[in-house]
Nanobody, 121 residues
């Protein structure tokens, strides 16, 4: 099994920045993709950003130009640098890992417990 632990969530003012971190441990040898989803109350869990072993990244249209996903020197660490934050970014942010793709949320292999990001007006 793979364990994912997020950190870095908190309260930030609109226009501010926040950096999320995720560390994967356990049976991580087969992980091909790591990334972030978010879920606001009453809404579907949506993919925010993903990064693959080959370096490819993809972002939700709503965060392009504002968020950057990156990996540490170790494959099992991923970051989400969020800037120009908006109140609509408020959500629980979940780290995700998959042996193949990060696509639909219901197909993700491994989840973290989530970290809350609150952006005040």
């Amino acid at each position: 099994q793979v364990q994912l632990v997020e950190s870095g969530g908190g309260l930030v003012q609109a226009g501010g920045s926040l950096r999320l971190s995720c560390a994967a441990s356990g049976n991580i040898s087969r992980i091909n993709a790591m990334g972030w989803y978010r879920q606001a109350p009453g809404k579907q869990r949506e993919l925010v950003a993903a990064i693959y072993d080959d370096g490819h990244t993809n972002y939700a249209d709503s965060v392009k130009g504002r968020f950057i996903i990156s990996r540490g020197n170790a494959k099992n660490v991923v970051y989400l640098e969020m800037s120009s934050l908006k109140p609509e970014d408020t959500a629980d942010y979940y780290c995700a890992a998959d042996n193949r793709y990060l696509y639909h949320a219901n197909l993700v292999d491994f989840w973290g417990k989530g970290t809350l990001v609150t952006v005040s007006s």
